[in-house]
Nanobody, 119 residues
């Protein structure tokens, strides 16, 4: 079992920056991907960025060049550095851990942290 706890959300003005952190506790050797998703009001949850166990990353086109995902494997922390924030980035951001065991995919989710971009 893995528990994920996010922090770092808040209110920021357009153009500002925030860094989200996700601390993973517990153990699951089948976890191969860590990522950040978000859900804006009235919209479906969408992938923001993710990182695999080898350090390779990918991100949504809407955040490329502005958001960076990174990890500290020794401390089991995943970060999302968000720069040049826009009002449309307003959402609840969720940390995700994705695994596969015996051909079955599964996910762990954090409780979410609110990010509000507004002047």
């Amino acid at each position: 079992q893995v528990q994920l706890v996010e922090s770092g959300g808040g209110l920021v003005q357009p153009g500002g920056s925030l860094r989200l952190s996700c601390v993973a506790s517990g153990s699951d050797s089948s976890i191969g991907l860590m990522g950040w998703y978000r859900r804006a009001p009235g919209k479906q949850r969408e992938l923001v960025a993710r990182i695999d166990s080898g350090g390779s990353t990918n991100s949504a086109d809407s955040v490329k060049g502005r958001f960076t995902i990174s990890s500290d494997s020794a401390r089991n922390i995943v970060y999302l550095q968000m720069n040049s924030l826009k009002p449309e980035d307003t959402a609840v951001y969720y940390c995700n851990a994705h695994g596969r065991r015996s051909g079955v995919d599964y996910d762990y989710w954090g409780q979410g942290t609110q990010v509000t971009v507004s002047s």
